[in-house]
């Protein structure tokens, strides 16, 4: 039944994907997070940074007040950014889609396949461990590095929505994108295939 494993908000596993961990944000990690937020191409997408620490740990820390799970990524034991996700009924057995959101902070972890690795990552807990039915993202129409990485994770196009954003004083349109149980497994076995194919490289 979908929604049986699903934690509630602050209480949460790590998550361990083959090349990525995810792990639930402390308040040890604000520093980080203040500085990936202040980065021009995470405020780009992202939206502006918050202004204060306290602010930084309202959005990241209070989850019991905005019910969404929140997590650093780490690449070899170094934070590179942050993966998120929600449910629209935390805790309930009705639990049965989830929206997520990611950004890459540290500049040198963008453009290798990091956020694809973790959007795939996260997949895979949703849909394997949490037993999830759809998925979904929505990125800004403009952020064609976002969009074609989560097509390459597996999500699709459904819908443009007209001014769904207020970002940096306009209304943006974005990308409603959705990827359902049933599509998975091809976008699992892609990723299976793309990593072979990587470790089949000559170092
Ligand atoms: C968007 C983001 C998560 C993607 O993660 P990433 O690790 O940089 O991206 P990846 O390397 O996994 O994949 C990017 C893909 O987009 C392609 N790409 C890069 N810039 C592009 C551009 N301007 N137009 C089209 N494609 C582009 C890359 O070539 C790559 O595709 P390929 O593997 O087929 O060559 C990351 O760049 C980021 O956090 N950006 C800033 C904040 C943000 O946009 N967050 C997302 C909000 S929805």
């Given at each position: 039944?979908?929604?049986?494993?699903?934690?509630?908000?602050?209480?949460?596993?790590?998550?361990?994907?083959?090349?990525?961990?995810?792990?639930?944000?402390?308040?040890?990690?604000?520093?980080?997070?203040?500085?990936?937020?202040?980065?021009?191409?995470?405020?780009?997408?992202?939206?502006?940074?918050?202004?204060?620490?306290?602010?930084?740990?309202?959005?990241?820390?209070?989850?019991?007040?905005?019910?969404?799970?929140?997590?650093?990524?780490?690449?070899?034991?170094r934070g590179v950014g942050e993966?998120?996700?929600?449910?629209?009924?935390?805790?309930?057995?009705?639990?049965?889609?989830?929206?997520?959101?990611?950004?890459?902070?540290?500049?040198?972890?963008?453009?290798?396949?990091?956020?694809?690795?973790?959007?795939?990552?996260?997949?895979?807990h949703l849909f394997e461990v949490?037993?999830?039915?759809?998925?979904?993202?929505?990125?800004?129409?403009?952020?064609?590095?976002?969009?074609?990485?989560?097509?390459?994770?597996?999500?699709?196009?459904?819908?443009?929505?007209?001014?769904?954003?207020?970002?940096?004083?306009?209304?943006?349109?974005?990308?409603?994108?959705?990827?359902?149980?049933?599509?998975?497994?091809?976008?699992?076995?892609?990723?299976?295939?793309?990593?072979?194919?990587?470790?089949?490289?000559?170092?």
């Amino acid at each position: 039944m979908p929604g049986e494993t699903v934690p509630l908000p602050g209480d949460h596993d790590p998550i361990a994907g083959p090349r990525l961990t995810f792990r639930p944000i402390e308040e040890g990690d604000l520093p980080d997070l203040m500085r990936w937020l202040a980065d021009p191409e995470v405020i780009e997408f992202y939206g502006d940074a918050p202004a204060t620490i306290e602010a930084a740990r309202d959005d990241y820390l209070e989850a019991d007040v905005n019910p969404v799970w929140r997590f650093v990524i780490e690449e070899d034991g170094r934070g590179v950014g942050e993966i998120q996700y929600g449910h629209d009924y935390p805790g309930d057995d009705y639990a049965w889609k989830a929206g997520i959101d990611i950004f890459i902070g540290e500049p040198d972890a963008r453009d290798r396949g990091v956020g694809t690795e973790a959007i795939r990552t996260m997949l895979q807990h949703l849909f394997e461990v949490q037993s999830l039915h759809l998925v979904t993202i929505d990125p800004e129409v403009a952020n064609a590095r976002g969009i074609r990485a989560y097509e390459k994770a597996g999500f699709r196009l459904d819908g443009v929505l007209r001014h769904h954003a207020f970002e940096h004083g306009e209304y943006v349109d974005t990308h409603f994108m959705s990827i359902l149980e049933d599509e998975w497994p091809a976008a699992r076995a892609r990723w299976e295939t793309e990593r072979a194919a990587v470790s089949d490289q000559p170092r």
